[in-house]
């Protein structure tokens, strides 16, 4: 019994070094710095901004509408936020991680309409709603 309580111990003593690193080194969405989310936020807004003047050129979206540049770059920022804080979690370099953010910025809008149509499709297949005939 004693030397089952001596080895649990010990494991104990050598893990908790490793235990108060991860602690001192974890960090949450309000340890990071202005300048920071700045980047990343700038980064996402302007590849919003680069898709808006794509669909803009593409006949999409009337060149006058406001609301569908602040909707382009809502979404981008909100997408730009998104992947910044999962590179951070997976522990990506920042470069890659601003790279990363830009990208997802510009293509938010379409993948969240696709990412919708798929979900509707599967609710209603799941719940058995008869597809609409064209």
Do not use: D
């Not at 960090?27 to 990343?40: T, V």
């Not at 609301?67 to 770059?73: A, C, D, H, S, V």
């Not at 979900?119 to 297949?125: G, I």
């Amino acid at each position: 019994m004693l030397r089952i309580l001596l080895t649990v111990l010990l494991c104990m003593h050598l893990l908790l070094p490793i235990a108060a690193h991860a602690q001192a080194t974890m960090k949450n969405p309000l340890s990071y710095s202005l300048a920071e989310y700045g980047l990343m936020l700038g980064v996402a807004i302007f590849g919003g901004f680069v898709a808006w003047i794509r669909k803009v050129r593409a006949g999409e979206y009337p060149a006058w509408s406001l609301g569908q540049l602040i909707g382009e770059i809502a979404i981008s920022a909100f997408a730009g936020l998104l992947t910044f804080w999962g590179c951070e979690y997976i522990g990506l370099p920042q470069l890659l991680t601003a790279s990363l953010a830009g990208i997802n910025g510009h293509a938010s809008s379409k993948f969240l309409t696709m990412a919708e149509s798929a979900a509707q499709r599967w609710l209603e297949k799941k719940i058995g709603v008869p597809e609409a005939k064209p």
